[in-house]
């Protein structure tokens, strides 16, 4: 059972509201302005039929989180990739 994957699932209504929200804006601002992250989000955008802005953000605040720990961690500033 841990191999199914469903187009459609629940919404999860634990964690913090405000965060969840905050994180999605920043990410949605990361898309906008990083072009790293707005391939991120075109792929995740075209993968599915249903709901795809808000999973495609979602997906890109998860990303947002990883790298901000990451660069916590290891105390770096983010310098983001020049494509032109």
Do not use: M, W
Not at 27 to 47: N, Q
Request: proline residues 1%; contains cysteine.
């Amino acid at each position: 059972s841990g191999q199914f994957e469903a187009q459609n699932t629940r919404l999860i209504r634990s964690g913090n509201r405000f965060l969840k929200y905050y994180l999605c804006e920043a990410a949605k601002s990361l898309v906008r302005c990083d072009t790293e992250h707005r391939r991120y989000y075109d792929l995740k955008y075209k993968e599915v039929n249903k709901y795809q802005h808000k999973r495609a953000l979602a997906l890109t605040a998860r990303k947002l989180v990883r790298l901000v720990f990451r660069l916590l961690k290891d105390n770096r500033l983010y310098i983001p990739s020049v494509t032109a």
